[in-house]
């Protein structure tokens, strides 16, 4: 019989595994039950969803079989099985695997990030086997088939016997190497604790003949003699670690369990066990990365938990269980209430299914609190990483979620020099202080440093400095805090003057507005006014604002797509009326126009410095500098 090429991305990721040198070959075992307890699960669902099906989940299981003298580990279920056309359709394209995703130029990238990251499937196989056999049945059939490969150079299909429905799967072990001992698959020692290590919670018994002694009772000697015997043991525990009490489960296995399923190598920040009963009665176990996964704030990332029914899976992502704004937590939900043939679209609409999306909104919600109080180092880690995604929740919906989310975002403080919460700001705010003020950049140190915060670090007021560009967005959506309003340190009034000061600088106004009003019709239309102010300490000028749009909201819409002419800010020119550079001014004012315009022309471009915002023509300013030091 004609041999059949694997399709191309199959033969890759074969040729990967024959010559892998991936250290981790053991984990091909967890493939290939991974792969039966699948086809247990689907054969289970139709069994519960379909009539006169005649099986029941008690009599499903695994088998792993050790043939020392063939060097063959064989693993069975008697679960789905699969007709020629499927397997044909599984077995010779990966393509297929819903675990990978091979189109983004695998070449480039190392071989053991790929095997690392993600369930390799039954491929894997060929790490530690050169010859596999599957001999299948579909549930349902009366036609077996035999798939065989060695490899790389193809494979064939063949019909066979085999008794009764579900899968073999025979792998022959690889001769031993210098550095690789494949005879150590051969052990029941190695294949229990593998099996122990990475299958434990597979919910179908994975049997295992076990060699046993037993003493045998001589009555005319006394010497005890014992003989041997085969036992068949289940292997894993079965109980999913979810199903199981808490006493019952360490965090290591809770660590251990998602890492394993994630993909994570890191433990994660936080780890929430969930065991509701009432209308809707449901266990959940949910984990939240400590790092933020790869892709995780575009459109590919998939939010959503595992759905089960009693212990049966139904759906793998479900992201009706999980608000958009904590989707970044990931997990399981069995509830035993789901009713098990309800379709998928159902599903969408189910009643029971938003209860517990409330429910474990409400849990999540109260165990990052608990967080924040408790640890407040290790909150901070889990919001550099998901803190935009919080921020993102404020200003979604048109602010339906702004409360239960405001108590969870941090800025850093001017006073504390730390992440607080906006709860401490105005916990924490002076006699006095009416506003919660804030700074908005492209750095703390940048924020810092701007001329503008000084009257206010003076008075020792504390100034929330925010560096994301949704931040402003999510003050608007906010509004105020415990009955305080935000103000940015830009606005014309930042409420600290004394009646004095405010009439003494609009009486300086007055005085000088004609060299004012000059100087604004010089800047060609760039700022809507050059005034005088209170709000600059040792710097000679600053950039501010009038009206709604701020300068980081201008910045902001510049860089989305599309055209957005109306969103420009109203930028005003600051100077400071004690700075030496503002006599100057006057001066030149006196004796000639023109350069008093340059001057002006010069403090424009170092304010639009000190904002960090680029100045349109470098050249042109320092040649102004130069012309008129
Ligand atoms: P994945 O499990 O990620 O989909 P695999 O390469 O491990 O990819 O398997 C490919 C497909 O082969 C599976 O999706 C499944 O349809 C089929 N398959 C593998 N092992 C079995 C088995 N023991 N019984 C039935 N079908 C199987």
């Not at 493939?31 to 008690?58: F, Q």
């Not at 499903?60 to 063939?70: A, Q, R």
């Not at 210098?178 to 005879?183: G, M, Q, T, V």
């Not at 698959?185 to 049997?207: A, C, F, H, T």
């Amino acid at each position: 019989m004609a041999k059949k090429q694997f399709k191309a991305e199959s033969k890759k990721l074969l040729d990967m595994m024959i010559n892998s040198i991936y250290t981790h070959k053991e984990i091909f075992l967890r493939e290939i039950i991974s792969n039966s307890s699948d086809a247990l699960d689907k054969l289970c669902y139709k069994a519960l969803t379909e009539d006169g099906v005649g099986v029941s989940r008690e009599d499903l299981y695994i088998k792993v079989t050790i043939d020392k003298e063939n060097r063959i580990v064989k693993v069975s279920d008697n679960g789905i099985g699969m007709t020629e056309e499927e397997l044909e359709k599984n077995l010779g394209t990966i393509a297929r695997s819903g675990s990978l995703n091979f189109k983004n130029d695998m070449e480039k990238k190392e071989e053991i990030d790929i095997i690392g990251q993600f369930g390799v499937g039954f491929y894997s196989a060929f790490m530690v086997a050169d010859k596999v056999t599957v001999i299948t049945k579909a549930f349902g059939s009366d036609k077996a088939y035999c798939w065989e490969s060695n490899g790389a150079d193809g494979y064939t299909i063949t019909e066979t016997g085999k008794e009764g429905y579900g899968t073999d799967i025979y792998m022959k072990l690889k001769e031993d190497g210098e550095d690789e001992r494949y005879s150590d698959y051969l052990e029941v020692y190695m294949l229990r604790g593998l099996i122990k290590k990475y299958s434990d919670y597979i919910r179908y018994p994975i049997k295992m003949d076990i060699e046993k002694s037993r003493k045998v009772e001589k009555p005319d000697s006394d010497k005890p003699e014992y003989e041997k015997y085969i036992e068949e043991e289940t292997i894993n525990s079965m109980v999913p670690l979810w199903q199981r009490g808490k006493d019952e489960v360490t965090e290591e296995d809770l660590n251990n369990f998602y890492k394993e399923k994630y993909f994570d190598t890191k433990d994660p920040a936080l780890t929430i066990r969930a065991d509701v009963e009432g209308a809707f009665s449901y266990k959940a176990l949910l984990f939240i990365p400590e790092n933020t996964p790869m892709g995780y704030y575009t459109k590919e990332y998939q939010k959503g938990l595992e759905l089960y029914s009693s212990g049966v899976m139904i759906m793998d992502s479900c992201e009706d269980l999980i608000p958009e704004h904590f989707r970044f937590v990931k997990g399981v939900v069995d509830s035993q209430d789901l009713s098990l043939n309800i379709s998928r679209e159902m599903l969408q609409h189910n009643r029971q299914l938003t209860a517990i999306k409330n429910n474990i909104e409400k849990k999540v919600k109260q165990e990052l609190k608990k967080l924040l109080n408790n640890d407040p180092e290790r909150y901070e880690k889990f919001y550099q990483s998901f803190g935009l995604q919080l921020k993102y929740g404020i200003v979604a919906d048109y602010g339906a979620h702004r409360e239960l989310l405001k108590d969870l975002i941090l800025y850093y403080t001017s006073n504390e020099k730390k992440m607080i919460t906006l709860e401490r700001y105005v916990e924490t705010m002076p006699e006095g202080q009416e506003y919660i003020y804030y700074a908005c950049g492209e750095s703390v140190s940048k924020i810092d440093n701007l001329p503008q915060t000084e009257p206010l670090k003076d008075k020792g007021y504390s100034i929330l400095y925010m560096t994301d560009e949704v931040d402003e967005f999510v003050i608007n959506m906010l509004g105020e805090i415990d009955g305080k309003k935000f103000k940015s340190i830009n606005d014309k009034d930042l409420g600290i003057e004394t009646e004095e000061e405010k009439s003494d600088i609009e009486a300086k106004q007055e005085e000088n507005q004609v060299m004012l009003d000059y100087l604004r019709d010089c800047l060609d239309g760039k700022v809507t006014a050059v005034r005088l102010s209170n709000k600059l300490k040792s710097h000679p000028v600053c950039l501010t604002t009038d009206g709604e749009v701020s300068l980081e909201m201008e910045k902001y819409f510049a860089t989305i797509p599309g055209d957005h002419p109306d969103i420009k800010a109203q930028r005003v020119l600051e100077i400071n009326p004690t700075h030496k550079a503002f006599y100057m001014l006057q001066d030149t004012w006196q004796l000639d126009k023109d350069r008093c315009a340059k001057l002006g022309k010069l403090l424009y471009n170092q304010a639009l410095l000190i904002a960090d915002i680029s100045i349109e023509n470098p050249a042109e300013y320092t040649d102004l500098f130069w012309e008129l030091i």
